[in-house]
């Protein structure tokens, strides 16, 4: 929109670039353009208007890319981002909007080759007819033999989209033949307000039957098979990586459920618990919130007997957002009712919290520990 200070009432506002189909994340101008960044089946697209809002080209990215913090060059036409996949760590890239040339300012040095790996994205058709997109990151010529060990991310709530990024913990899983694989399933932001609010309050089923529907496409099309299949995610994900454990324990042989909000009953009696009903509902609401919470809530749906994946709960003494309790209550009941042989264990982290600012020395024994736990229970040599 364009505003003038002088007048400033929303009837004189004069709409530049209207909205579209895609959701936009940011836009900055240059001296005599417009570059927006939107978001495009979860990966970033970056338009260029002029700045009476009329397009003028596309700037073309490659590969499955995620681009932030746009950086125009005053009073010239010349922008700086960040750009980074799945395989490549984030670089500075600079675009000249007048020759239209692409140049790297900065990339850093790792010791990981790019080239070696290969990201696909599939859209896969969910009960209602939405079509939820999922990133699969592998090495390139892997056999679809149905035997790759696998880990199955996801989030699913709060308008949080986790796009093409690079991550190093991943870099083992990929280096010993492993695939990953990132549902972008109902919940987050990655199409707007309708695509989050299909999967809050009593929707939020709608976000495990996607997640249920990335697994069972994996084994479908050869990528996999339930025993070496690892699901994995925290805080919100926790939650997701909980519940389709107890709903589809049949289908995963690891479950890696972090500082998870395991107890949906109870939640938002503790620390910031209570803002999170907009997105969840609250058990005291209504009789019909409450059994819609009780019927999908991790703690209170463990099935009883020997089936169900081998789990490594990992929670921090100190985590104020998701209270370790949560994990306590969980770990608990899952060792008193399954029956199995396989490990049903929990890592507590000291002197530690939600997960943000652990020293790197930490992080390297979590990581370490969950893909050793998957490793070993789905028999993987590494």
Do not use: C
């Not at 417009?34 to 490659?62: C, R, T, W």
């Not at 697994?215 to 925290?234: C, V």
């Not at 029956?339 to 024994?365: C, F, Y």
């Amino acid at each position: 929109m364009a505003i003038n200070p002088d007048q400033p009432a929303i009837d004189n506002w004069e709409e530049i670039i209207p909205e579209r189909k895609n959701v936009l994340k940011d836009i900055e101008l240059t001296e005599a353009y417009a570059v927006a960044n939107y978001m495009q089946d979860v990966q970033s697209q970056l338009k260029v208007f002029n700045k009476k809002g009329e397009f003028q080209y596309d700037i073309e990215l490659p590969g499955i890319a995620s681009v932030s913090s746009l950086k125009p060059v005053k009073d010239q036409n010349r922008v700086y981002f960040n750009y980074t996949t799945y395989t490549k760590p984030s670089q500075v890239l600079a675009y000249d909007l007048d020759e239209q040339t692409i140049e790297e300012e900065f990339t850093p040095e790792v010791d990981f080759n790019a080239d070696d790996y290969e990201t696909t994205m599939v859209f896969i058709e969910a009960q209602d007819g939405a079509q939820v997109p999922v990133s699969i990151v592998h090495k390139k010529g892997i056999e679809l033999n149905g035997n790759n060990p696998t880990l199955l991310y996801g989030y699913g709530g709060f308008n949080v989209v986790y796009p093409p990024r690079f991550d190093a913990r991943l870099v083992p899983w990929l280096e010993n033949g492993g695939v990953y694989v990132n549902a972008h399933i109902r919940g987050g932001g990655e199409y707007g307000d309708d695509w989050y609010r299909g999967g809050t309050l009593m929707n939020k089923q709608r976000v495990f039957d996607d997640f249920i529907l990335a697994a069972e496409y994996m084994i479908d099309q050869n990528y996999t098979n339930p025993e070496k299949l690892a699901i994995m995610g925290g805080s919100n994900g926790g939650l997701l990586v909980g519940a389709v454990a107890n709903q589809r324990p049949d289908l995963f042989k690891v479950a890696l459920p972090a500082v998870g909000v395991m107890d949906m009953l109870r939640y938002q009696n503790f620390t910031i618990g209570w803002a999170w009903a907009g997105d969840y509902g609250r058990s005291d609401d209504s009789a019909e919130m409450f059994n819609y919470l009780y019927a999908y809530s991790p703690l209170h749906n463990i099935p009883e007997g020997e089936i169900f994946p081998a789990t490594l709960v990992t929670t921090a003494d100190h985590d104020d957002r998701v209270v370790p309790a949560h994990s306590f209550k969980y770990i608990a009941t899952l060792q008193e009712k399954y029956e199995g042989n396989n490990p049903v264990l929990i890592r507590i982290e000291t002197k530690a919290g939600h997960g943000a600012g652990k020293p790197l020395s930490m992080q390297i024994e979590e990581v370490a520990d969950k893909w050793a736990f998957a490793w070993y229970n789905m028999g993987v040599s590494y």
